[in-house]
């Protein structure tokens, strides 16, 4: 056994015949116990084996970002190849260890590279070994007992609860070493309200009522940039299109039987259509959103929830214009359907209350309940139950990235008892909790979380039906690339169908995706599969690319306009005071302001909104952490990366030439981040 060098020192005799290499270090954070990072590391090649070397980083920057690179020198007299490592934590490290990324082994005098995934917590005099480029399905692995091991050891960190939030997807129990990292202060939405909260003129700016609807619009400016149009609340054009290209796309359907509960006829709808009522429900012309699934909501003390259902209709030019509002479920004398043809501002009241359900239900359902929470538990079983050379593993996790982290540190924040959803909802934390629980009960992979059932499904996969949908139209491109990507992917590493029977570790992992919460599992329904397994790969391609898209597309598109669409309360109300309207009463403008929130409550909403709409990793197909290191798997992510740079190019495209109405910048693959990062 070789003896450890100390200095590198060697005898001149060694030092002319030695191979000169550059060992690249690429940390994922700071050691998480230590001031300093300090690993021993021993290459092999060709069963020969190198001295034992340390590698020590005194320092890190106080801006510290992932992949941070140290790059040492070395030299091997033994090594003319390098196909192995072995890394040793310190004790300078601790027992809370050091996240490192991976090691880049270079010759120096042929540019031969090395490259070895690590991705592991190193804990202090701890030994982990890992081989070049290394990728294997488990029944091809030739470390069965060590994948065995980690795997056990990951279940234990990844244990996973019910009990953090009742009745919601399960969650992590504690917070894994594995996932905590320095750069959370990035996430922290309460350090924005703190420094806004030193600023002279804070406390003045949010005492008091709005005397204006002019006196909202100059909350902006002095802290807070001006949303790209202030009108939406006025125009039943732009009321149409938040359903299309707003944060909440997942709600409208296509209408082919007005329901009983809400007592329409063709007189009544007749002057803001161009057809007949059933002529148009016969061309696939009214669509629907219904908030049954809100009726009975707990809120907040002194506040009311809506649970409307409205009418739109799509007219010949293609816009869609709102044509009735009820604002709960069961009709009668005090609950009217409110027309365009009503009085301006009580036609405008009732757009309102509808758009204020909408935004409660966005924010429980759409955004928290099923990307955040129903993703963390896919990350959790993801490490428990694959091996991190798993090249499943290795596709998904750059997607994973911070998730478990930020739930972690937002979750108090957002729905604590003094949290954000609490001061700005009016359904506040019961209401959110029990919302997110009714739709987890039918919720399913292979319809809501998959786009394009959910389109078949809710009869918008017609590209001619709502030209206008700039959602689906932005998202269905970059499902299909990322689609193409996935099964391009898979093909590598699975040559039949009967390598994915086989593979235990992807049997074992979609076992627990679809076991009751009782068991431990997840519970999730409509996982694709026959007879509770994966039985070929293009079922594995389409819960692949569910996540894949989830985790990236979906977060993106109902995250990063939040602060576009609810930074002016007219437009699209988080909160509203005092009843819904019971009549048609004749109200003017100023009574709208008795409704909308003060100033307190305005001001918290742009530091909320303002705050989960910044932009933190990098873009879709940029990987902060490039767990990647196959050449053949390289090849497929840059044909991938080439698929969305076309994508962007016609997106852009499309907004600054096609799109009248609004832009929509949202899914521009420049503008979607790889994971669920904010």
Same mark, same amino acid.
């Given at each position: 056994?070789?003896?450890?060098?100390?200095?590198?020192?060697?005898?001149?005799?060694?030092?002319?015949?030695?191979?000169?290499?550059?060992?690249?270090?690429?940390?994922?954070?700071?050691?998480?116990? *230590?001031?300093?990072?300090?690993?021993?590391?021993?290459?092999?090649?060709?069963?020969?084996?190198?001295?034992?070397?340390?590698?020590?980083?005194?320092?890190?920057?106080?801006?510290?970002?992932?992949?941070?690179?140290?790059?040492?020198?070395?030299?091997?007299?033994?090594?003319?190849?390098?196909?192995?490592?072995?890394?040793?934590?310190?004790?300078?490290?601790?027992?809370?260890?050091?996240?490192?990324?991976?090691?880049?082994?270079?010759?120096?005098?042929?540019?031969?590279?090395?490259?070895?995934?690590?991705?592991?917590?190193?804990?202090?005099?701890?030994?982990?070994?890992?081989?070049?480029?290394?990728?294997?399905?488990?029944?091809?692995?030739?470390?069965?007992?060590?994948?065995?091991?980690?795997?056990?050891?990951?279940?234990?960190?990844?244990?996973?609860?019910?009990?953090?939030?009742?009745?919601?997807?399960?969650?992590?129990?504690?917070?894994?070493?594995?996932?905590?990292?320095?750069? *959370?202060?990035?996430?922290?939405?309460?350090?924005?309200?703190?420094?806004?909260?030193?600023?002279?003129?804070?406390?003045?700016?949010?005492?008091?009522?709005?005397?204006?609807?002019?006196?909202?619009?100059?909350?902006?400016?002095?802290?807070?940039?001006?949303?790209?149009?202030?009108?939406?609340?006025?125009?039943?054009?732009?009321?149409?299109?938040?359903?299309?290209?707003?944060?909440?796309?997942?709600?409208?359907?296509?209408?082919?039987?007005?329901?009983?509960?809400?007592?329409?006829?063709?007189?009544?709808?007749?002057?803001?259509?161009?057809?007949?009522?059933?002529?148009?429900?016969?061309?696939?012309?009214?669509?629907?959103?219904?908030?049954?699934?809100?009726?009975?909501?707990?809120?907040?003390?002194?506040?009311?929830?809506?649970?409307?259902?409205?009418?739109?209709?799509?007219?010949?030019?293609?816009?869609?214009?709102?044509?009735?509002?009820?604002?709960?479920?069961?009709?009668?004398?005090?609950?009217?359907?409110?027309?365009?043809?009503?009085?301006?501002?009580?036609?405008?009241?009732?757009?309102?209350?509808?758009?204020?359900?909408?935004?409660?239900?966005?924010?429980?359902?759409?955004?928290?309940?099923?990307?955040?929470?129903?993703?963390?538990?896919?990350?959790?079983?993801?490490?428990?139950?694959?091996?991190?050379?798993?090249?499943?593993?290795?596709?998904?996790?750059?997607?994973?990235?911070?998730?478990?982290?930020?739930?972690?540190?937002?979750?108090?924040?957002?729905?604590?008892?003094?949290?954000?959803?609490?001061?700005?909802?009016?359904?506040?934390?019961?209401?959110?909790?029990?919302?997110?629980?009714?739709?987890?009960?039918?919720?399913?992979?292979?319809?809501?979380?998959?786009?394009?059932?959910?389109?078949?499904?809710?009869?918008?996969?017609?590209?001619?039906?709502?030209?206008?949908?700039?959602?689906?139209?932005?998202?269905?491109?970059?499902?299909?690339?990322?689609?193409?990507?996935?099964?391009?992917?898979?093909?590598?590493?699975?040559?039949?169908?009967?390598?994915?029977?086989?593979?235990?570790?992807?049997?074992?992992?979609?076992?627990?995706?679809?076991?009751?919460?009782?068991?431990?599992?997840?519970?999730?329904?409509?996982?694709?599969?026959?007879?509770?397994?994966?039985?070929?790969?293009?079922?594995?391609?389409?819960?692949?690319?569910?996540?894949?898209?989830?985790?990236?597309?979906?977060?993106?598109?109902?995250?990063?306009?939040?602060?576009?669409?609810?930074?002016?309360?007219?437009?699209?109300?988080?909160?509203?005071?005092?009843?819904?309207?019971?009549?048609?009463?004749?109200?003017?403008?100023?009574?709208?302001?008795?409704?909308?929130?003060?100033?307190?409550?305005?001001?918290?909403?742009?530091?909320?909104?303002?705050?989960?709409?910044?932009?933190?990793?990098?873009?879709?197909?940029?990987?902060?952490?490039?767990?990647?290191?196959?050449?053949?798997?390289?090849?497929?992510?840059?044909?991938?990366?080439?698929?969305?740079?076309?994508? *962007?190019?016609?997106?852009?495209?499309?907004?600054?030439?096609?799109?009248?109405?609004?832009?929509?910048?949202?899914?521009?693959?420049?503008?979607?981040?790889?994971?669920?990062?904010?």
């Amino acid at each position: 056994m070789p003896k450890r060098r100390h200095n590198g020192a060697l005898c001149e005799k060694e030092r002319r015949s030695s191979n000169e290499y550059t060992v690249c270090l690429e940390a994922a954070d700071k050691p998480l116990g *230590a001031c300093r990072g300090v690993v021993s590391i021993k290459l092999r090649g060709n069963g020969k084996e190198g001295y034992e070397e340390q590698l020590a980083v005194s320092s890190f920057p106080d801006n510290f970002e992932r992949g941070f690179k140290n790059i040492f020198n070395i030299i091997e007299p033994k090594l003319d190849v390098i196909d192995e490592l072995e890394i040793r934590g310190d004790s300078m490290i601790g027992e809370r260890g050091w996240n490192i990324d991976r090691l880049t082994v270079t010759k120096k005098n042929t540019g031969a590279q090395s490259v070895f995934p690590v991705f592991t917590n190193i804990k202090s005099d701890q030994t982990y070994k890992f081989n070049i480029n290394d990728v294997s399905l488990p029944q091809q692995s030739s470390t069965k007992k060590e994948r065995k091991r980690e795997l056990n050891e990951m279940r234990k960190l990844y244990e996973l609860t019910e009990k953090r939030l009742p009745g919601c997807p399960p969650l992590v129990k504690k917070l894994p070493p594995n996932e905590v990292f320095s750069v *959370a202060y990035k996430f922290e939405i309460g350090g924005k309200l703190v420094k806004l909260k030193l600023e002279e003129k804070w406390d003045e700016l949010i005492s008091g009522e709005f005397e204006s609807m002019e006196d909202i619009e100059d909350v902006f400016g002095v802290f807070f940039p001006k949303p790209s149009n202030l009108q939406r609340w006025r125009n039943d054009k732009l009321f149409g299109m938040q359903r299309l290209m707003g944060v909440n796309p997942d709600v409208i359907h296509l209408c082919t039987k007005i329901p009983s509960k809400l007592p329409v006829n063709n007189q009544m709808l007749k002057p803001f259509l161009e057809m007949s009522l059933e002529n148009a429900l016969t061309k696939k012309r009214i669509f629907i959103v219904d908030y049954e699934i809100m009726d009975g909501l707990p809120t907040k003390p002194d506040f009311t929830m809506t649970s409307p259902i409205a009418l739109f209709y799509q007219q010949n030019d293609g816009t869609l214009i709102p044509i009735a509002i009820q604002l709960f479920q069961k009709p009668g004398v005090d609950n009217p359907v409110f027309l365009p043809s009503d009085p301006e501002y009580t036609w405008i009241l009732a757009k309102m209350w509808f758009n204020v359900a909408d935004a409660n239900y966005h924010e429980s359902v759409t955004h928290l309940g099923f990307t955040h929470l129903k993703m963390e538990g896919i990350v959790a079983i993801t490490h428990r139950q694959m091996y991190k050379t798993h090249p499943i593993y290795k596709l998904l996790m750059p997607h994973f990235l911070y998730l478990i982290a930020i739930n972690w540190t937002g979750i108090p924040e957002l729905i604590g008892a003094e949290g954000y959803v609490v001061k700005l909802l009016n359904i506040g934390r019961e209401g959110l909790l029990e919302l997110i629980n009714r739709k987890n009960k039918n919720w399913r992979m292979d319809i809501e979380g998959t786009l394009p059932n959910d389109m078949k499904e809710r009869g918008l996969d017609d590209t001619s039906c709502l030209p206008d949908f700039y959602y689906r139209n932005d998202a269905m491109e970059i499902y299909n690339a990322i689609f193409e990507y996935v099964k391009k992917y898979l093909d590598l590493y699975y040559t039949t169908d009967n390598d994915v029977m086989t593979d235990q570790e992807l049997q074992q992992w979609r076992k627990e995706m679809v076991a009751p919460v009782d068991q431990k599992g997840l519970g999730m329904l409509g996982v694709f599969g026959n007879k509770g397994k994966f039985t070929e790969k293009s079922q594995v391609c389409l819960t692949l690319t569910s996540i894949f898209f989830t985790c990236s597309v979906k977060h993106a598109a109902v995250n990063f306009r939040q602060y576009e669409e609810y930074a002016f309360p007219p437009n699209y109300p988080l909160t509203l005071r005092g009843l819904p309207p019971k009549t048609k009463e004749n109200l003017k403008q100023e009574d709208l302001l008795k409704y909308l929130p003060q100033k307190e409550k305005t001001y918290d909403t742009l530091v909320i909104t303002d705050v989960l709409s910044t932009f933190i990793t990098h873009a879709l197909g940029d990987f902060e952490a490039q767990y990647i290191t196959d050449e053949k798997a390289l090849r497929i992510l840059a044909e991938f990366r080439n698929d969305l740079a076309n994508i *962007a190019y016609l997106n852009k495209k499309r907004n600054n030439t096609d799109r009248k109405i609004e832009k929509y910048w949202a899914l521009n693959p420049t503008r979607v981040p790889n994971s669920i990062s904010i």
